[in-house]
Each structure stands twice: as C-alpha cells, then as structure tokens.
C-alpha cells in the first residue's frame, strides 16, 4: 500500500477527530462512574438528545445558539433524571441501574420519536468553520479542526479544574473513598449532583458537535454507547487519565484498523478489549490503585 | 439450590397447559406467536442458570443465539450436513465458544463482567456482520428445518413446530433443574454467595463458573438453531447486544434466579410486545417505562413477587398458629 505522508496525516487527524468527541462523552460516564458507582446506558440518549436539541435552536437562532444552549438543556434533563431515579438507584447493585437505565434508553428513544420523528435531521456547519485550512501540507475541513481543538480544550480545563482546584480535590477525595469524604465535611451528595449534570452536559456538547458531521436520528445515542463504553472498560473507570487513553486508543485503532486491515476493523477493537480485559481486569488506568 | 414448591409447580403446571391448549387450538398466527414465547423462553432460562443462579450476568447470550443460528445455517444449507448433525455441531459449537468466553471473563465480577461479555458479543455480532460467508446485512435464508418424518411428524406444519419446541422447552427445564441440583449446581451457588470462602475450601473457581457458563450456551445455541427453524432466515439483527438486553430484562421482568419466573416473564414479553405493537408503533416506551417500575419497586420480577407475597402470608398463618398453640397452652395451664 503506497500512500504518501499527506494520506497518513489526514487519517491521523481523523483518528483524532473521532478520539475527542468519544473523549467528551465518556469522560461523563466514567468520572459518574467513578464518583458514584453509577452505571448510565443511557448517557448515549443524552448524546441524543443534544443533538435534537441543537437541531431544534439552530433552525430558530443558528448554530451557535444550538452550540451553547442545548448542553444546558440535557444538563436540565439530566437534573430531572438524578432527582427522580437516580437518586434512589444510588445504593442498588450494578445490574439494577444497569437495567433501569436499559428502560430509560427505551424510553427517552421513543420519546425523541414522538417529538422530532423518525426522519433524520440535518444541521448545516456554522459559517465561520465551513471551509478548510491548511495544515501540515494538507487541508482538513475548519470544522473537524474544531472538534479536535474543542476535545482538546475541555481536557486541559478538566485537567485542570480535576487537579488544581479545590472542588477538583474534593472530587478526587469523593472517588477515592466517599465515606472518608463525607466524615471529612465534603458534602459528597452534593458533589454528585454537580459532576452529573456536568457529565450530562458534555454528552449533549458531544452530541452538539458531531451533529453536523452525521445526521441526527433516534438511534444515534445507541450506536454511540458501545464505542463509549469500550472507551472506559478500556481507560479504566473513573480516571480523566482513562478516559483520554481509551480515547486515543479507540480512534486511533478503529480509523487505521479501517485503512489497514478493513476484514478486521470492526473485530479488532473487541478483541483488544478482550485482551485488556484479560490482562487487567480494571483496565489500563483506573482511578483506585 | 433450587427447589420447586407448591407454587412454582403450580403456575407450571398452568403454563404447560396454557401453552399445549394454545398449541392444540390456536390458528397460524396464534402459532407463530407461541413458537416466539417458546423458543424466547429456552434462551431465558439459560440467561437465568447464568445470572440467576451464578451471579454472572451476562449481556453477550443474544449473540450466542445468533451463534447458534448462524452455525446451523452455516452447516444445514451451505456445508450440507444433514439437519440432526447440523443442530447437534451448532449447539456444541455454542456451548464450546461460550466455555471459553465464561473461562476468560471468570476473573472480572459485576460491570466488568457485564462489559466483557458485551465485547464478546459485540465482537461476533461485527464479524458476521462483515464476513460475507454470513451473507453480511442480508443475512441468510433457504434454512430447513428437522426431518422427523420417520415418527410421522411433518414439522414444516407450525402446530408440529410448536408442539415440537413446547417439547424441547420442557426437555430443557428439566436439564436445567438437574444442572442446578447437581454438584456442580451446588458449587455454582457457593461461588455465588462467597467466592472466597469457596476457594478457600479447593475449588477451582473459574472452572465452575467456565462449566455453568459454557452448559448455558448450549442451551443458548440450541435456542439459536430453532430461532432459525422457526423463521427460516437469519439476519446479523439476532446477534445484537439489544436483543442480549431484552433477554435480561424479560429474566428480570420475569423473576430472577426463580427458572420458574423467566418462563412468565418471556410469555408476558412476546404478548405485550405483539399487543402493544398492534396499539401504538411506540411500545418500547410502555415496556422501558415497566421495567423501570418493576426494579424500581425493588421487587424479584413479577413472580418474585408473587413469591414474596406467598411466603409472606404462609409465614404470618405459621405466626397465627404458633400464637393460638400458645394461647391454648396458656389457658391449660391455668
């Protein structure tokens, strides 16, 4: 196979494209996870739901309207969601949460069918990022840029805030050992609420994002699911470490595997979790030892 | 262990026959939706031997289904082999992927098992997905089903089908009531409830938890090879972590660890899935909005609860008793 720098630039660029926005979604589930021993299937149907959202303010007040409100409107959700199951499902064994948010999956699909329809929906890409640029000796659409630049940028400012600051701290105390938290004053319970509706808030940014690169359609946050949760069996759960290694490995491995090895591709990603798996059990970098 | 009391043989007994009237009486389409409930039901058993039983909750049995399926396809139609020879090697086929599946993930317990097997059955799901052997999207048709015209029985009629799936579905109850009272049942239950303890006292654990986990996949594959009968065309659809989804949740719907439950839960899923189906296109709401309710209400499933109710009110008859015992000394002594 003979293809030049430019080809195996472009291919890198996309692994990466497709890395951060697997990154914005599981970091959600896996710092929820992490903090909460929560298991969220239907973080996709936030995704989802985001991507609805964005659809629907962006044909009243353009993209950026979309860009910046709907990851306020599945954090709304996802407010109702904790204080109605949530809530309650906290002290139920993995396979219970595991199932109701089985339910809510089916629900919240049904529901964005009964809203928006079955059809799928487009969203035009923002004028500002509509063209290409130039980079490394190649162009590369302005928009994928973005997402990259936008992956990126919310990993440093989590990084930062999960590092530096004081609530980061507390975080970082909460997923070590809650109840050690708690006797310490860190109003765990609270904590909780935050990184939800921050994680949930990501989720819809996610979708917001990838939304003009595919078409927006019910089925969406399914699709989605699997990729994330590999990402985070992967990385680990829990780790913001994790979630960036699981990123990178996925893209990366699912875009080469595709240019390299297209009879494997899809397989190759299941039998490198396996074999992860097998290895260490709790993946590459979990949060607890 | 598992036992069957005088309410588990009960509602048996009423699904047998609810089931065999059905087969009896019921007109082509009465048929094909018994068949569905029938061959649903032998895959929820082996979903509950799994997770009822071993605590090993596994999200990978829908494609195991779909392994059978496909294998028996594969073999039937393509490699020629005659259909008792084709079911028989798909199911073994099955059972023996699925050893290996429940030997590698015998280390990982709760999310991560549920995770590992995911992959596992996401893993098949693509390759035939991709594999042009499978036929890819398309799937594959032109299955024929058993020839069991040497006893007189014609099983491209549906009412023989059905009858003859209502047979194989209590075949394998009784299997799975042995499988669970055997040693190996025993040992599967003390991993269950302490796998310390049981390694502590010489037991190889993975070992049981790989031998339970690979006799379900039998079941499950055997599942998979009328699931192809039945409709006599596969799609990769079937192999679907989706369908792994329902499995549990009609196990839990149903009751979970009970054998008897899952039964109910299959018959109450296909049902409301046909009922709602003809009501409104949005009956994964209803169903999404039930299963929440039911884990919500923290009850075993439906027949779990049913359960729960009967031992409550048989204890409280015992309490009664015990009291009117006492009372009727008290007065003797005085």
């Given at each position: 196979?003979?293809?030049?720098?430019?080809?195996?630039?472009?291919?890198a660029?996309?692994?990466?494209?497709?890395?951060?926005?697997?990154?914005?979604?599981?970091?959600?589930?896996?710092?929820?996870f992490?903090?909460?021993?929560?298991?969220?299937?239907?973080?996709?149907s936030?995704?989802?739901?985001?991507?609805?959202?964005?659809?629907?303010?962006?044909?009243?007040?353009?993209?950026?309207?979309?860009?910046?409100?709907?990851?306020?409107?599945?954090?709304?959700?996802?407010?109702?969601?904790?204080?109605?199951?949530?809530?309650?499902?906290?002290?139920?064994?993995?396979?219970?949460?595991?199932?109701?948010?089985?339910?809510?999956?089916?629900?919240?699909?049904?529901?964005?069918?009964?809203?928006?329809?079955?059809?799928?929906?487009?969203?035009?890409?923002?004028?500002?990022?509509?063209?290409?640029?130039?980079?490394?000796?190649?162009?590369?659409?302005?928009?994928?840029?973005?997402?990259?630049?936008?992956?990126?940028?919310?990993?440093?400012?989590?990084?930062?805030?999960?590092?530096?600051?004081?609530?980061?701290a507390?975080?970082?105390?909460?997923?070590?050992?809650?109840?050690?938290?708690?006797?310490?004053?860190?109003?765990?319970?609270?904590?909780?609420?935050?990184?939800?509706?921050?994680g949930?808030?990501?989720?819809?940014?996610?979708?917001?994002?990838?939304?003009?690169?595919?078409?927006?359609?019910?089925?969406?946050?399914?699709?989605?699911?699997?990729?994330?949760l590999?990402?985070?069996?992967?990385?680990?759960?829990?780790?913001?470490?994790?979630?960036?290694?699981?990123?990178?490995?996925?893209?990366?491995?699912?875009?080469?595997?595709?240019?390299?090895?297209?009879?494997?591709?899809?397989?190759?990603?299941?039998?490198?979790?396996?074999?992860?798996?097998?290895?260490?059990?709790?993946?590459?970098?979990?949060?607890?030892? | 262990?598992?036992?069957?009391?005088?309410?588990?043989?009960?509602?048996?007994?009423?699904?047998?026959?609810?089931?065999?009237?059905?087969?009896?009486?019921?007109?082509?389409?009465?048929?094909?939706?018994?068949?569905?409930?029938?061959?649903?039901?032998?895959?929820?058993?082996?979903?509950?031997?799994?997770?009822?039983?071993?605590?090993?909750?596994?999200?990978?049995?829908?494609?195991?289904?779909?392994?059978?399926?496909?294998?028996?396809?594969?073999?039937?139609?393509?490699?020629?082999?005659?259909?008792?020879?084709?079911?028989?090697?798909?199911?073994?086929?099955?059972?023996?992927?699925?050893w290996?599946?429940?030997?590698?993930?015998?280390?990982?317990?709760?999310?991560?098992?549920?995770?590992?097997?995911?992959a596992?059955?996401?893993?098949?799901?693509?390759?035939?997905?991709?594999?042009?052997?499978?036929?890819?999207?398309?799937?594959?048709?032109g299955?024929?089903?058993?020839?069991?015209?040497?006893?007189?029985?014609?099983?491209?009629?549906?009412?023989?089908?059905?009858?003859f799936?209502?047979?194989?579905?209590?075949?394998?109850?009784?299997?799975?009531?042995?499988?669970?009272?055997?040693?190996?049942?025993?040992?599967?239950?003390?991993?269950?409830?302490?796998?310390?303890?049981?390694?502590?006292?010489?037991?190889?654990?993975?070992?049981?938890?790989?031998?339970?986990?690979?006799?379900?996949?039998l079941?499950?594959?055997?599942?998979?090879?009328?699931?192809?009968?039945?409709?006599?065309?596969?799609?990769?659809?079937?192999?679907?972590?989706?369908?792994?989804?329902?499995?549990?949740?009609?196990?839990?719907?149903?009751?979970?660890?009970?054998?008897?439950?899952?039964?109910?839960?299959?018959?109450?899923?296909?049902?409301?899935?046909?009922?709602?189906?003809?009501?409104?296109?949005?009956?994964?709401?209803?169903?999404g909005?039930?299963?929440?309710?039911v884990?919500?209400?923290?009850?075993?499933?439906?027949?779990?609860?049913?359960?729960?109710?009967?031992?409550?009110?048989?204890?409280?008859?015992?309490?009664?008793?015990?009291?009117?015992?006492?009372?009727?000394?008290?007065?003797?002594?005085?």
């Amino acid at each position: 196979m003979a293809h030049d720098l430019g080809f195996w630039t472009l291919q890198a660029l996309n692994a990466l494209q497709l890395s951060m926005l697997l990154f914005l979604l599981s970091i959600g589930l896996t710092v929820i996870f992490g903090l909460m021993h929560f298991v969220n299937l239907a973080h996709g149907s936030l995704y989802a739901l985001g991507a609805y959202f964005a659809a629907s303010l962006a044909a009243i007040g353009g993209y950026w309207m979309g860009f910046f409100l709907a990851p306020v409107a599945v954090a709304g959700v996802g407010v109702l969601l904790y204080s109605r199951l949530i809530k309650r499902m906290r002290k139920s064994g993995p396979m219970a949460q595991v199932l109701v948010t089985f339910g809510l999956i089916f629900v919240l699909l049904d529901l964005t069918r009964i809203f928006w329809s079955d059809l799928a929906l487009a969203i035009d890409v923002p004028a500002l990022l509509s063209g290409r640029v130039e980079l490394l000796g190649i162009e590369y659409p302005a928009y994928r840029l973005f997402i990259i630049v936008l992956g990126l940028a919310i990993f440093a400012a989590l990084a930062f805030v999960l590092g530096r600051t004081q609530i980061g701290a507390m975080i970082r105390a909460g997923v070590d050992n809650d109840a050690m938290a708690s006797c310490l004053g860190i109003n765990v319970e609270r904590l909780f609420f935050i990184v939800f509706c921050v994680g949930c808030a990501l989720a819809g940014l996610a979708g917001v994002v990838a939304a003009p690169l595919l078409s927006v359609t019910p089925d969406m946050g399914l699709q989605i699911l699997i990729p994330t949760l590999i990402v985070i069996v992967i990385g680990g759960l829990g780790s913001l470490k994790g979630a960036i290694a699981g990123s990178l490995i996925y893209g990366f491995v699912q875009t080469f595997g595709a240019v390299l090895a297209p009879q494997l591709a899809s397989v190759l990603i299941y039998a490198l979790l396996a074999a992860v798996l097998v290895i260490k059990p709790v993946g590459l970098f979990p949060a607890k030892g | 262990m598992f036992r069957h009391n005088a309410l588990r043989c009960t509602v048996l007994v009423l699904l047998a026959a609810a089931a065999l009237f059905q087969a009896l009486t019921a007109g082509y389409f009465g048929l094909e939706i018994l068949t569905e409930i029938l061959i649903l039901a032998i895959l929820v058993l082996a979903l509950d031997i799994a997770a009822g039983f071993g605590g090993m909750v596994s999200l990978c049995h829908g494609a195991l289904m779909g392994v059978g399926a496909y294998a028996y396809a594969i073999l039937s139609a393509k490699a020629g082999l005659a259909p008792p020879v084709a079911m028989a090697a798909a199911i073994v086929l099955t059972g023996s992927a699925a050893w290996i599946i429940g030997a590698i993930c015998s280390r990982s317990h709760g999310i991560y098992f549920i995770m590992a097997t995911l992959a596992f059955g996401q893993m098949a799901y693509s390759y035939v997905f991709e594999a042009p052997v499978f036929g890819g999207d398309d799937g594959l048709g032109g299955i024929s089903r058993l020839d069991l015209s040497f006893i007189g029985v014609d099983l491209n009629d549906s009412r023989s089908f059905a009858l003859f799936c209502l047979a194989t579905l209590g075949a394998v109850y009784g299997a799975s009531v042995l499988i669970l009272r055997s040693g190996l049942g025993r040992s599967l239950a003390g991993v269950m409830h302490n796998e310390q303890r049981m390694r502590a006292l010489g037991l190889t654990v993975w070992r049981v938890k790989a031998d339970v986990f690979g006799l379900s996949g039998l079941i499950a594959g055997l599942a998979g090879a009328l699931a192809a009968q039945h409709i006599m065309y596969i799609s990769p659809g079937l192999l679907s972590w989706t369908v792994s989804g329902e499995a549990l949740v009609v196990v839990i719907l149903g009751g979970l660890g009970t054998l008897v439950g899952p039964l109910v839960g299959a018959a109450a899923f296909v049902l409301l899935k046909h009922e709602l189906s003809a009501l409104t296109p949005h009956w994964h709401l209803v169903v999404g909005v039930i299963l929440i309710a039911v884990v919500m209400s923290r009850a075993n499933g439906i027949f779990g609860w049913i359960e729960a109710r009967w031992d409550g009110r048989a204890e409280r008859r015992a309490v009664k008793a015990a009291r009117k015992q006492k009372t009727k000394e008290v007065l003797s002594d005085a």
